[in-house]
């Protein structure tokens, strides 16, 4: 039993080195043009090689090369940069939609009385100086003799500590109902006006909200530079949507009678500086003259 079994594994290897030729002949001159000698092992033997050196040359390819972009679902290196950029740029856009959310809040507790304008700047100052990680602020050595140098040549500097003030057009002329005073709770200039006159806005800015409330009726904001908030309340319609970018003398809105506070049509006109309520009178002609 034991000689069998040893004669069949003899016999399959002997199969598989068994040495064979193969022979190229010209079919019509029957001339020898090329010849192998060769077994079943050696061409197991280099197939799989031949299979092996194909699947590491597949992999490198894909891996290292352009080509795997042409690949069904592979994303691209343009499409991969675009998608970080487009992150980067979501990630800025909500740090900024959250900012523009809290200002907005802010302002509005301001206006409804809910916390004073002094309250709002504690807690900007306090939010801001726990924001700060009082480890990374330890000036270095190098640090310390640059800013020494600096000091010592702006020591001598003279300098020009005026700011460019923003101008600004009234909203609307006209009588003036009631003035600013701030002691009555009054933040603003009470203009009486027609029905439907033009509301113009005061400078070039941005409109910060547009919105109905009970008391102010159809309100809008607008965000100026240099910190400028200017309020328009108690108008018939409003002309501009939340975001949008307008022009000193553009209209954006139409005077009216809305709102529990109001009386009679008129615009209720606000100014905010730093998040404080301004005399508009001190900057632009309100009354007709």
Known sequence: MAKQEARKKRSLFKKLTDTYRLLIIDEDTFEHKLDFSLSRLNVFAVTGF??????VGTVFLIAYTPLREYIPGYPSSELRKKVYQLELFKDSLRREVQMRDRYIE????????EITPEEISRK???DSIAAVDTAALKPSRED???????ERKEAFRVTDNRQTEISFLPPVRGPISRRFDPSAGHLGVDIVLPQNTPVKAVAQGRVLFTGWTPDNGNVIV??????FVSVYKHNRKLL???GQKVEAGEVIARAGNTGE????PHLHFELWHNNRPVNPELYMQLAKP
């Open 240 to 242: 501009k949507q939340t």
């Open 50 to 55: 031949l299979a092996l050196l194909l699947i």
């Open 261 to 264: 506070n109001s009386t009679g």
């Open 106 to 113: 802010a302002l509005r507790k301001v206006m409804t009385g």
């Open 144 to 150: 310390s003799l640059l800013r020494k140098e600096v």
């Open 124 to 126: 900007a100052l306090s």
């Open 222 to 227: 607008l965000i100026h530079p240099q910190n």
